[in-house]
């Protein structure tokens, strides 16, 4: 027997890891320096054009993943849903 998915539930999961995981790969970055900026720029052949993040961009990527997050997880629970009826 299936059970139904709580989309309220889903989506507040899909929030907390988008967040978490958007949280740990920001501090990894910022905890290996310039080099990050520089492997980076080299894999995306932008040599002239280095990439500048702050903590204020840190705090707006948190918050849009965890808001696109939340719509992911709440898209997959209603999916999930309506298949289950079919």
Do not use: C, D, R
């Amino acid at each position: 027997m299936t059970e139904k998915l709580n989309e309220k539930a889903a989506a507040i999961a899909g929030a907390i890891t988008t967040g978490v995981l958007h949280f740990l790969m920001g501090i990894f970055f910022f905890g290996i320096g310039g080099s990050g900026t520089g492997m980076y720029n080299m894999m995306m052949y932008l040599p002239t054009n280095p990439i500048q993040i702050g903590f204020t961009q840190f705090i707006y990527g948190t918050i849009v993943a965890l808001i696109i997050g939340a719509i992911i997880g709440l898209v997959v629970a209603v999916s999930y849903n309506w298949a289950l009826k079919k």
